[in-house]
């Protein structure tokens, strides 16, 4: 059966460098093992992964205006799970972007941003989140994930 079910993976700045980037925050998963393993469990639930990585703010914009509201139903995504890293703290557009595409999306950070400097504290995403998940490490996603498929999908299984 064709996936019909498209859940949006969105990381924002040097996520791409993850496994070599301070490993004692972020740990040593890379992205593409994240990446890998969140589309293999989706798969067993019958939904897709697009995934978007950058580091540029206007790029991530443009990604998911393009696929959240520009392209035809069936292309579009049912949820969002987005770590947008540094952009957390900066960023009013992303945030629109977010709110534009009127769909549920979950914030997920690898460290405890709570712990850390002070200027992690403030989100501008987490007022308009399902939740947040932050601090368990690169688990985050898989229970992002977890959390859509037993939710979103639970009456269409
Ligand atoms: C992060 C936390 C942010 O403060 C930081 O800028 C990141 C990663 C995390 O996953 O812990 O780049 O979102």
Do not use: W
């Amino acid at each position: 059966m064709t996936p019909n079910r498209k859940i949006l993976l969105v990381n924002g700045a040097n996520l791409h460098l993850l496994g070599k980037r301070e490993p004692h925050i972020y740990g040593s998963t890379t992205l593409d093992d994240i990446v890998g393993r969140l589309k293999n469990t989706a798969k067993k639930y019958n939904v897709d992964i697009l995934h978007i990585q950058s580091n540029h703010e206007g790029e991530l914009v443009d990604k998911i205006g393009e696929l959240g509201l520009l392209a035809p139903p069936h292309e579009q995504f049912d949820a969002i799970i987005i770590n947008p890293a540094g952009f957390t703290h900066t960023s009013v557009i992303l945030r629109d972007a977010l709110t534009a595409t009127g769909k549920p999306f979950i914030e997920v950070h690898l460290s405890n941003i709570h712990a850390r400097e002070p200027f992690r504290t403030h989100s501008y995403f987490s007022d308009k989140a399902v939740g947040v998940i932050c601090g368990l490490g690169d688990k985050g996603y898989d229970f992002a994930l977890d959390y859509f498929v037993t939710h979103l999908y639970q009456d269409k299984t």
